[in-house]
């Protein structure tokens, strides 16, 4: 039972949003790059996840605190008697893990090892776990999600699941019987409400209202050559088609997300959005589905 689906950490919808609109500089875009291709990994672990059979809660994209430290987890899984703690690489070509370093053997790069990682994330769980007077046994491996990659001199006993051995790792999971109870339930409710939803260590690229690009762009292609045709947007690059009202409530979420302090006006969101649309089918659209407040003249929206 996937008790907490998996969505885009606000982190990487930042990236991908200031990326359609400004021009990120070479570490931005990498970093960018990285967020992206890692959610993709983690998306594709939960399509394999579905087979799981028996009673097993799968909480995903927790970020927690203990003792002031935080630390994520990728996914959880909360069986009858392991607790499975999972990080998800979607790595792709050769690598190499010797001398503490993980590398790309293509371009030499050196990564962080992952393994570190891990055994920080399962220490403070175990500090969570204690605090909240509980213990299970933890399981914790670090899943190699893309079939593309492949590991070289990493020792047997490493807590490492390969692609070739994700099959067996699920049919291992299905063998073992599992039964759950109110203590369990418990558990993952308290741990879900122990998320913490900012992660005070983001660190984002410097940006500016005047110095992004303005308008709708196509959801599908990111192109701004949008035009209007009946009750919907349509991209003259790909032919994408999307409803009117669908597009600016996307491009609200975007205007929300970055820029928290502005009000959500329908001044503001003519201005952001760029739509080629009279005020006032924007101010119906936004009285549609927001809350007004104050006065007529002076109307925003929550």
Known sequence: MFLKGR?????????????????????????????????????????????????????????????????????????????YLLDIKNYEGDFSLEADKLCALSTN??????????????????????????????????????????????????????????????????????????????????????????NPFTVLPQYYYDQLRKGIYCNACKSFQISIKNTSFVCGVCGEYEKIEQAILRNVDEFKLLFPDRLITTLNIHDWCNPGLNKKTLCRILKKNFTANGSTRDTYYT
């Not at 079939?147 to 099959?167: C, G, K, M, R």
């Open 7 to 83: 969505s885009e950490s606000l982190e990487l919808l930042h990236f991908q949003y200031l990326s359609t609109r400004m021009k990120l500089d070479g570490k931005e875009k990498s970093h960018y790059l990285n967020l992206k291709k890692g959610y993709e990994g983690e998306l594709k672990f939960d399509l394999l996840a579905e087979i799981l059979r028996e009673e097993r809660y799968v909480i995903n994209d927790l970020l927690l605190e203990v003792n002031n430290s935080y630390f994520q987890i990728d996914t959880l899984i909360i069986s009858q008697e392991i607790i």
């Open 109 to 198: 790069r050196e990564y962080k090892n992952p393994l570190y990682q891990l055994k920080r994330s399962e220490s403070l769980f175990r500090q969570l776990l204690h605090n909240l007077n509980t213990d299970y046994l933890i399981e914790a491996s670090i899943i190699f999600i893309n079939p593309e990659f492949t590991l070289y001199h990493a020792s047997v006993n490493y807590p490492i699941i390969l692609p070739t051995q994700l099959n067996r790792f699920f049919y291992d999971l299905n063998r073992a019987q599992s039964r759950l109870n109110d203590g369990h339930k418990k558990l993952a409710r308290k741990l879900i409400s122990l998320h913490q939803t900012k």
